[in-house]
């Protein structure tokens, strides 16, 4: 009966010591996931950043265009003959067409750096093989 009780009491202490000191193969392992977590959020305020710069980019661009239509309107409703007119709506849709070229290159912008941003994260920072 006490060499039960006594190897009750060794089993508990074994635990004990077991659940508040941790052995030092368990430390990288606990650090592998709090890098991996940091990188993940370091990743996504990345991400939050790119959004938040390219929405805000948009949204001024849409204003453009509307500032854009609505000076058309304005020209359009002060000129006196048709050539007056044509050449309003020649000029506004040459500097639309200009606008769109440069929708096409913000748009490429920022999906480049949305899609790095993501490599860059998949990576861990090691460089990527190429083919």
């Known amino acids: ?9 060794n089993c508990v202490n ?15 392992f606990l650090n592998l996931g709090k ?13 939050l950043d790119a959004y938040d710069q390219s929405s805000r980019a948009w949204l001024a661009r849409v204003k453009s265009e509307g500032d854009l239509w ?3 309107a304005k ?9 007056e007119a044509l050449t ?3 000029q506004c849709v040459a500097q639309r067409m ?4 440069e929708d096409g290159r913000r748009l490429y912008d920022d999906c480049q750096k949305i899609t790095q941003t ?14």
């Open 1 to 9: 009966m006490n060499l039960s009780r006594e190897f009750k009491n």
């Open 70 to 72: 609505s000076e058309l």
């Open 35 to 47: 890098d991996q977590t940091a990188a993940m959020l370091n990743m996504q305020k990345e991400l």
């Open 88 to 90: 309003a709506y020649q």
């Open 118 to 131: 993501i490599t860059r994260s998949l990576s861990n920072g090691r460089p990527m093989a190429s083919t």
């Open 98 to 101: 200009q606008m769109a070229a």
């Open 75 to 83: 020209k359009l409703s002060e000129t006196r003959s048709a050539p």
């Open 14 to 28: 074994r635990r004990n010591a077991m659940a508040t000191k941790p052995t030092d193969a368990s430390i990288p």
